[in-house]
């Protein structure tokens, strides 16, 4: 695969001209100095270029528009099973059935899906970036737990609920715009979440695309039954020498579509075939059927989606008889039915929220466009702060739809894995989001262990990050390897990150001051550098808050 060839380290870049990627006006401009790769943006002549393409770089990025297309309609196969996910997890989070929220199914449906398109977009147009968004994995499953008193038996209504969304959207919106500092060099102001991710140890940062990479595989293999549940040691390899296993539609059938599928895209990608991850998962499909993990019932219509778009449509605007929709209920119930008592768990909520939004899509940005090769010679993603910007217009547009919060997701990387680098791959994924709205059952027939595929190939091409971290030194190879191995583990990208930057900031106060002892000792001639910013300890005080803060009172 040509992209493939093309990501260099982070080290390697040292000598490039030093720009600050996430300034506006920096991006706008397009200088060559936010290229981390400076064979593409030296002496780029981008003159006899189209306008489409200097919008969003395809020449200068040195791919194709047909090779974007591609990774867009990967990134958005990989990805669109949350269209019934989504719905499933916030109105049956516990499978006690339709009515648990109060909203109905389809209705929902349609919010995931425009707010995918939105968010897309955002990322297409805005940032300008070949990352995809939709209402996230785990927060959609904390949403629907809110409905059901899990948070210390308070029960909050869907709209309450939306509403605490949307607050979590506008904080991440104000921490993109209101300035922490003032670049000392340049004398522009630096947003308070640019600020965050600078005061992240760089031993964490250049784990965040390994763990990530371990995580997208986890993942992918999960989701196919690659790797099942065991009651002794908790994950294990699938079973397949019993004859329930191979019962067509069982777990081995699925670990056998996802396997098959990896070893396609596996071997058209040693022969730099090119839509080699969309084969793979066409393929895979294609055997799913007579093994019955493809259910072809989907196409006449009986799954969880319908051809009658239209009923979709009036559904999202007008609800039923029985229940409202999930955009009616937003507006309707959201400022109603509040009480002290529920004051403190909304609090504890809104910063969960906050948390998990914020450095699922700081570590996510930071994996994929470290795949990609779109950062600069510290290990920032290019357009970054545009990035985070469109991340949160993106939650607060999903709330008002009536979604859970809308981030970026992993499986941007498996359309970075099949070339992509520009716009157009998330502008693709948001476009066929949209027709997904009219074509619904199309779009779910494709199965999970169909896709599994480009996940599980997405980790295999991350783990080459690991290179680049220092294992030398212990003080900074532990937070790595906690931040590496808690993502897959914890199941969540913001509890490796947290678990590191505690460890790291633990491990390195107490070092720092035993050797500051040993220094005034006179035992050590040289004065230890104190390595804990004030950035990094608010980062630090917050992640506790997160983990040890109850969520009832």
């Known amino acids: 695969m040509e992209d493939e060839k093309k990501v260099v380290p982070v080290e390697e870049n040292s000598t490039e001209a030093e720009a600050t990627v996430s300034e506006p006006e920096a991006v706008e401009e397009a200088s060559p100095a936010e290229d981390p790769k400076v064979e593409e943006s030296e002496n780029f002549d981008d003159s006899n270029a189209s306008g489409f393409d200097k919008f969003f770089g395809i020449s200068k990025r040195k791919t194709t528009l047909r090779i974007e297309i591609i990774a867009g309609i990967v990134t958005f196969l990989a990805m669109c099973y949350i269209l019934v996910v989504n719905p499933n997890n916030i109105i049956d989070a516990y499978g006690t059935g339709g009515n648990t929220a109060g909203v109905t199914w389809g209705s929902v449906f349609m919010a995931t899906a425009f707010g995918a398109v939105i968010g897309t977009l955002l990322m297409a147009l805005v940032a300008r970036m070949p990352l995809a968004q939709a209402p996230g994995m785990g927060l959609n499953f904390t949403v629907g737990t809110a409905f059901l008193g899990a948070f210390g038996g308070i029960l909050f209504t869907f709209g309450q609920t939306m509403l605490l969304v949307l607050i979590s959207g506008i904080i991440f919106l104000l921490l993109s715009f209101i300035p922490g500092k003032r670049d000392k060099e340049t004398g522009r102001l630096i947003a308070l979440r640019e600020l965050i991710f600078d ?79 969309i084969i793979g998962i066409l393929a895979a499909t294609i055997l799913a059927i007579p093994l019955k993990v493809a259910n072809l019932d989907i196409l006449a219509g009986k799954g969880e989606t319908s051809w009658k778009f239209w009923e979709n449509f009036k559904e999202f605007f007008t609800g039923t008889e029985a229940m409202d929709s ?53 290990g920032k993603p290019e357009n970054y702060n545009k990035i985070m910007v469109s991340d949160s ?72 990050n690991v290179v680049n971290i220092d294992f030398s030194k212990i003080k900074y190879a532990a937070p790595a390897f906690l931040t590496i191995i808690m993502m897959p583990l914890a199941y969540s990208i913001t509890t490796g990150i947290g678990i590191g930057i505690i460890s790291f900031v633990i491990i390195n106060f107490v070092t720092w001051l035993v050797e500051t002892i040993l220094y005034k000792a006179g035992k050590r001639e040289e004065k230890p550098k104190f390595e804990i910013s004030i950035v990094l300890f608010i980062i630090f005080i917050l992640f506790l808050v997160y983990f040890l803060l109850p969520t009832s009172f």
Request: charged share 10%; glycine share 12%.
């Open 326 to 378: 999930a955009f009616i209920a937003v507006f309707r119930d959201g400022f109603k039915g509040w009480d002290g008592g529920m004051i403190m768990t909304a609090v504890v909520l809104v910063i969960t929220f906050c948390m998990i939004d914020m450095f699922d899509t700081m570590g996510t940005v930071v994996g994929c466009t470290t795949a990609a090769g779109l950062i600069d010679k510290n």
């Open 199 to 277: 005061g992240m140890p760089e031993c964490i940062r250049k784990a965040i695309p390994v763990g990530i990479g371990l995580f997208i595989a986890f993942i992918g293999l999960k989701n196919s039954s690659v790797i099942t549940a065991n009651l002794g040691t908790f994950v294990q390899f699938v079973t397949l020498n019993t004859a329930e296993a191979w019962e067509l539609g069982g777990t081995a059938c699925n670990a056998m579509v996802c396997l098959f599928g990896f070893i396609v895209i596996c071997i058209l990608e040693h022969f730099h075939v090119k839509g080699g991850v």
């Open 393 to 464: 217009v993106a939650t607060v547009a999903g709330a008002v739809l009536g979604t859970s919060t809308v981030t970026t997701f992993v499986e941007s990387g498996s359309g970075i894995a099949a070339g992509g680098k520009t716009g157009v791959v998330a502008l693709t994924a948001a476009a066929l989001f949209f027709l997904a709205v009219f074509v619904a059952p199309l779009f779910e027939f494709i199965p999970m262990a169909a896709c599994a595929p480009a996940l599980i190939y997405v980790g295999v091409l991350m783990m080459k």
